[in-house]
């Protein structure tokens, strides 16, 4: 296959990956913040755990993307530790550390009989920093990062995630939503 697929595959899945975190992430605040009166239905449950598997799916396939990039040519070192590769330091770190964040605390969901939920509670409220590394790493990096559409779609994902995380984390977020 042409090099010049791998590139549009790497900047879509990319794309994909960034907007269902930020969406999952909301979904998440929305339930952990208490934004909702209730308990959370079972199908806003069912939307946040399938946003995050689509998310770390689309991140998979971002990262294996690029192995067959013609023109970045990275090796599996390249893309999976911080600062092998050198390219477009730092933002390639970034989105490299970002990635494994998001996918350990994504995947911890799987392991809290394990590690307790009170502690996996704690461990999951990371998630939001690795979603901002994503984010950081997109914009910094990303070829499409000066083009209008995509800088809409990062600032949209952004004030939208932003001001939940503002609202959880500021003690103001108490039974603001009521669901039926």
């Given at each position: 296959?042409?090099?010049?697929?791998?590139?549009?595959?790497?900047?879509?899945?990319?794309?994909?990956?960034?907007v269902?975190a930020?969406?999952?992430?909301?979904?998440?605040?929305l339930?952990?913040?208490?934004?909702?009166?209730?308990?959370p239905?079972?199908?806003?449950?069912?939307?946040?755990?399938?946003?995050?598997?689509?998310?770390?799916?689309?991140?998979?396939?971002?990262?294996?993307?690029?192995?067959?990039?013609?023109?970045?040519?990275p090796?599996?070192?390249?893309?999976?530790?911080p600062?092998?590769?050198?390219?477009?330091?730092p933002?390639?770190?970034?989105?490299?550390?970002?990635?494994?964040?998001?996918?350990?605390?994504?995947?911890?969901?799987?392991?809290?009989?394990?590690?307790?939920?009170?502690?996996?509670?704690?461990l999951?409220?990371?998630?939001?920093?690795a979603?901002?590394?994503?984010?950081?790493?997109?914009?910094?990096?990303?070829?499409?990062?000066?083009?209008?559409?995509?800088?809409?779609?990062?600032?949209?994902?952004?004030?939208?995630?932003?001001?939940?995380?503002?609202?959880?984390?500021?003690?103001?977020?108490?039974?603001?939503?009521?669901?039926?």
């Amino acid at each position: 296959m042409h090099g010049h697929f791998f590139w549009i595959t790497t900047r879509a899945a990319g794309s994909v990956c960034l907007v269902a975190a930020t969406v999952s992430l909301c979904i998440g605040l929305l339930m952990s913040g208490r934004m909702i009166r209730s308990r959370p239905p079972r199908d806003l449950r069912i939307v946040h755990e399938a946003l995050s598997l689509t998310a770390l799916v689309a991140l998979a396939i971002h990262a294996l993307s690029l192995l067959a990039d013609s023109f970045f040519r990275p090796s599996l070192l390249d893309i999976t530790v911080p600062f092998v590769s050198g390219y477009k330091e730092p933002w390639m770190s970034i989105g490299i550390v970002g990635g494994w964040a998001l996918a350990i605390l994504g995947l911890s969901y799987y392991a809290r009989g394990l590690i307790g939920p009170g502690r996996w509670r704690r461990l999951h409220r990371w998630t939001a920093g690795a979603w901002a590394l994503g984010l950081i790493h997109s914009v910094g990096e990303g070829t499409d990062n000066h083009r209008m559409w995509f800088l809409a779609m990062s600032g949209f994902v952004a004030v939208a995630a932003l001001a939940l995380l503002i609202q959880r984390f500021s003690g103001t977020s108490q039974g603001s939503l009521t669901v039926r």
